[in-house]
C-alpha cells in the first residue's frame, strides 16, 4: 500500500500561557490546518492512501490546564464510524478542527490520522473527575477515506504534559483498512512503555500502526529515526511515524518504516515540513518473525585481557564501559546481572575512539523505566569522559558482533550511522539465552550499535 508522512513545522501562539477565546484558537490552528490540507492534496496526487500528522502540530505546546482550553475539540470517545465531522457538523459543539480533518479525509479520498487537543465535560460524582469539571487528553483521531471517524486514541503516557489527563485506562485504538488490514494507534512517549503499546500490538495482533510524535532526539541511544526502525524491527510492525519539525528544540524525525527498509526523514539544518510518500508491502498476521531461527555464532570468551574499565554518564544513567583498542579484539563488559560481549574488527582504521557500554537498571531522569543496555558507542572526543556524548558523525567501518545476556525478551535493535541515517544488522536473534545483533560493513561511519532492553516488569 502506497502511505504518507508529514513532518510538520507548526506554527506556534508567541504566548502559550496567555488565555484566549476560541475564536483566536481557532484561527491559529486553521493556519496549521491549511499546510495540513495542501499536504493531503500533495500525497493523495501521489497516490497515498493513509496519511498521518505528527502530535501537538494543530495546537503547538507549553500551555497550561487553562490556557490549552479554547484549543480543545469535543470529540465522542469510542463511538467508531457512527459519526461523520464533515457530513454531520452540527451534532455536537465545538468540533471545527475534526471537521476539518474530516473534510480533508472524504474530499481526498484518503484515511487521515491527526493529533489534537480534546475535552470531555465529567460529573462531580466521578471521584478522578478534575476540579474545572472536565477532562483534557492528547488524542489521535484515525478518519477513513469517507470522513467518517473510525477511532479516537488518548495518549496514555504523558510527558510533562500539565494541561492533560491520563485516561483512567489504557485505550486500545485499532482501525481497519480496505487495503492493510487493521492499523493500531499510540502517540511519542507511548513507544516506550509496555501499556498501551506493546499490549495493543499482542493482544490485537497487529501489524501495521500509526504513531504520531513530538520527539526530542537524544543522542545516542533515542534518537527519534533510530528507536522507530528498533521498533518496527522488534515487532516486526509496519510504522508510519510523523514527528514535529523544531530544530531548535531537537525535533525532527519522521518516517515509514519496514522490519527490513526504512524511508526517513532527519533534518536539524532546514526549516520548514517534509512529505514522504512511500509503497510498502502489508505484513501479514500470520508471517513469523525470524529472529528465534537466525543463523549466528556467539563465541566463547577469549583468555586475552580486556582493556581497564571506566565509567561515564550516558543518557543520564551511569554506563560501565570499556574502550575498543587496536584493529580488532574480544570484549566483554558486566553491569549488575548484565554482561555485554562484542567482537570486532575495525575495517577502516581511524583515531576515533569507540567504547563498550552497559547498564542495566532503573532510568530516572525525564521519566523512570528500567532499562537493559549493551551499547557499542562513538565517543565524543579521544577521552573516556566523552563517551556517552551526542556525536553526529563518524567515519570509522567496524565488523561487529555484540550480545548479551539480556533478562527481557523485549529487546530493540539500535543501528546508526553518521548523518543520523540507518542501517540494518544482517543477523539478530536469541541464542543460548543471548540476545545477538551482527554486521558486517555498516553503509557509513558506524555511531551506535545496541541492544536496547526494556524490562518493563521492573518499572
Not at 34 to 51: K, M, S
Not at 323 to 341: D, F, I, R, S
Request: net charge negative; aromatic share 14%; charged share 15%.
Amino acid at each position: 500500500y502506497v502511505a504518507a508522512v508529514y513532518e510538520h513545522e507548526s506554527i506556534l501562539s508567541p504566548t502559550p500561557a496567555a488565555p484566549v477565546e476560541r475564536r483566536s484558537a481557532l484561527e491559529l490552528m486553521g493556519r496549521n490546518l491549511d499546510i495540513y490540507e495542501q499536504q493531503v492534496l500533495a500525497a493523495a496526487r501521489q497516490g497515498a492512501q493513509i496519511i498521518v500528522f505528527p502530535e501537538d502540530g494543530i495546537h503547538g505546546f507549553n500551555f497550561t490546564r487553562s490556557s490549552i482550553y479554547p484549543y480543545l475539540d469535543f470529540v465522542p470517545h469510542s463511538h467508531s464510524g457512527k459519526w461523520n465531522p464533515c457530513r454531520e457538523p452540527h451534532l455536537y459543539n465545538d468540533t471545527e478542527v475534526v471537521q476539518r480533518l474530516s473534510c480533508m479525509a472524504l474530499k481526498n479520498k484518503i484515511f487521515l490520522v491527526a493529533n489534537l487537543g480534546t475535552k470531555q465535560p465529567c460529573k462531580r460524582s466521578d471521584p478522578r473527575c478534575p476540579s474545572d469539571g472536565r477532562y483534557q487528553f492528547n488524542t489521535n483521531v484515525a478518519l477513513a477515506a469517507d470522513g467518517a471517524l473510525l477511532a479516537t486514541y488518548r495518549k496514555h503516557n504523558l510527558y510533562f504534559e500539565n494541561a492533560f489527563d491520563t485516561p483512567a485506562e489504557p485505550d486500545y485504538a485499532f482501525f481497519d483498512t480496505p487495503f492493510a488490514g487493521k492499523f493500531g494507534m499510540f502517540t511519542c512517549f507511548d513507544i516506550l512503555f509496555f501499556e498501551p503499546a506493546v499490549n495493543l500490538i499482542r493482544q490485537y495482533k497487529l501489524k501495521q500502526i500509526v504513531y504520531p510524535t513530538a520527539w526530542m532526539n537524544q543522542l545516542p541511544l533515542l534518537s527519534a529515526v533510530e528507536f522507530q526502525q528498533a521498533f518496527s524491527t522488534a515487532f516486526n510492525v509496519n510504522i508510519l511515524a510523523a514527528n514535529i519539525h523544531h530544530p531548535s528544540l531537537g525535533m525532527t524525525g519522521s518516517g515509514i518504516y519496514t522490519p527490513v527498509k526504512s524511508f526517513i526523514y532527519h533534518n536539524m539544518e532546514s526549516y520548514g515540513g517534509k512529505l514522504i510518500v512511500a509503497e510498502i508491502p502489508v505484513i501479514t498476521a500470520d508471517y513469523k518473525t525470524n529472529l528465534e531461527k537466525t543463523p549466528g555464532r556467539v563465541s566463547e570468551k577469549g583468555k586475552e585481557q580486556s582493556p581497564p574499565s571506566f565509567y561515564a554518564e550516558m543518557m543520564y544513567d551511569n554506563f560501565t564501559f570499556v574502550p575498543l583498542w587496536g584493529e580488532k579484539g574480544e570484549l566483554q563488559v558486566c553491569a549488575n546481572t548484565l554482561c555485554c560481549y562484542l567482537n570486532y574488527r575495525r575495517v577502516v582504521p581511524t583515531d576515533e575512539l569507540y567504547a563498550l557500554g552497559v547498564f542495566d537498571g532503573l532510568h530516572t531522569v525525564h521519566g523512570t523505566y528500567y532499562v537493559q543496555a549493551c551499547a557499542l558507542v562513538k565517543c565524543g572526543g579521544l577521552s573516556f569522559s566523552t563517551c556517552g556524548q551526542e556525536v553526529t558523525d563518524a567515519t570509522a567501518l567496524i565488523d561487529f558482533q555484540l550480545w548479551g545476556n539480556m533478562s527481557t525478551p523485549y529487546i530493540f535493535p539500535l543501528l546508526l550511522t553518521s548523518g543520523i541515517t540507518l542501517d540494518f544488522a544482517d543477523h539478530m536473534g536469541w541464542k543460548n539465552h543471548h540476545f545477538f545483533l551482527s554486521k558486517n560493513r555498516t553503509s557509513a561511519g558506524l555511531l551506535t550499535a545496541a541492544l536496547y532492553g526494556r524490562w518493563y516488569e521492573k518499572d
